[in-house]
């Protein structure tokens, strides 16, 4: 449980918290769909059980575990685009708009927040991907997988999202 892993020291959780139920069939039309292990895994929950995410309707309770034991909360990106063809889709900016809500609950509570980044974003879509984060988040820390700016260079990683990290600034 949340509680036992904070007993014993950890620092932070990933929570994909943002991942909610409407949102879900919004990635019914992209390329690559929900490639994101913990989005996926929250996706398939709420439509399996018709309803709307635990973690979502449950974010104060946690927040208050957080809180009592010091732990930051990185609010995951489940629905990031897994190529650049998913980009900035609606999916996409749906979840960010409620990891800023959820920012935004959880300082109110005393918590600290992290914002997990997309992995995939093309180089023209970057800059209005980071505008979007900063505005909704309320500029809380933001760290990204990258992005990776194509999805045709497979080994290189390294060097692509070194591209994407360089022009977020």
């Known amino acids: 449980t949340l509680i036992e892993q904070a007993e014993q020291g950890v620092d932070y959780f990933t929570i994909h918290a943002g991942v909610r139920l409407a949102y ?25 059980h018709h309803q ?5 309707t449950h974010f104060d309770e946690i927040c208050d575990i ?26 996409q900016f749906a979840e960010l708009e409620t990891l800023g809500e959820l920012t935004e609950r959880a300082w109110a509570k005393g918590c600290q927040v992290m914002i997990e980044g997309p992995g995939h974003v093309p180089m023209h879509k970057i800059k209005v991907n980071m505008d979007k984060q900063l505005r909704e988040c309320g500029e809380a820390p933001f760290y990204t997988l990258g992005p ?9 990683d390294h060097i692509t999202s070194g591209i994407g990290a360089a022009m977020i600034g």
Not at 26 to 36: E, H, M, Q
Not at 77 to 87: F, N, Q, W
Not at 148 to 156: C, H, K, R, S, V
Request: glycine share 10%; aromatic share 10%; charged share 20%.
């Open 24 to 48: 879900v069939p919004l990635t019914a039309k992209r390329v690559t769909g929900i490639v994101s292990r913990g989005g996926s895994i929250m996706a398939k929950w709420c439509l399996a």
């Open 52 to 56: 709307e995410s635990f973690l979502y």
């Open 66 to 91: 957080m809180r009592a034991y010091d732990v930051s909360f990185s609010l995951g990106d489940g629905l990031r685009p897994g190529s650049i063809a998913d980009a900035n889709d609606e999916a």
């Open 148 to 156: 990776l700016t194509t999805d045709i260079a497979p080994g290189y």
